[in-house]
């Protein structure tokens, strides 16, 4: 019995563009479905097969074209160096204030600008100028880069860091003894 809904499964989905489809059974008692109508001695009948189901296809909508952006260099390609303060440069002692300067190749085009990090953080607001006066920087070691940011702030690219010592008195004498 599953062999015929077998074979009845795969004439229904094999022959659905088929007329006619008969049943008749065969001389062992098999019933066996066939598109070609059986001898005249065999009795068979015809099976009258349900409409189709079928869907229409969907509606392929394109999809929205993105206006085209300004060619920018992509990725690293702006060159950008810090020249002033040199790596490694220690701020003498004093309130910690020191300048940045750097160079950047190509020049920035529209809406690009210079932003300057300190430990990773950003510094200020990003700039078109290429120089920095920083005030009051804390003392110890800060690693400083500056990338060329667009609109969004995304890098287009970046410096490399340069490590500067702010020396800067302490309030903590080693000569003062807690609570005098």
Request: net charge negative.
């Amino acid at each position: 019995m599953a062999r015929a809904l077998l074979i009845t499964l795969m004439l229904l989905t094999a022959n659905v563009g088929a007329q006619q489809i008969y049943r008749t059974t065969d001389a062992q008692g098999n019933i066996v479905f066939t598109d070609k109508p059986p001898a005249a001695s065999t009795s068979s009948e015809q099976v009258t097969l349900p409409e189709t189901n079928t869907t229409p296809a969907t509606a392929v909508r394109p999809r929205p074209q993105e206006a085209p952006k300004a060619q920018e260099p992509e990725g690293d390609a702006f060159a950008v160096s810090i020249l002033i303060p040199a790596n490694e440069t220690t701020i003498p002692m004093g309130p910690g204030n020191f300048s940045v300067t750097v160079d950047v190749e190509p020049a920035l085009g529209q809406g690009l600008s210079l932003q300057l990090y300190m430990d990773g953080i950003p510094w200020g607001d990003p700039q078109r100028a290429n120089s920095w006066s920083l005030t009051n920087v804390f003392r110890g070691a800060h690693d400083i880069t500056v990338a060329v940011v667009d609109t969004q702030l995304q890098s287009l690219g970046s410096s490399e860091p340069v490590r500067v010592y702010v020396l800067r008195p302490s309030i903590n004498s080693p000569n003062r003894r807690a609570g005098n």
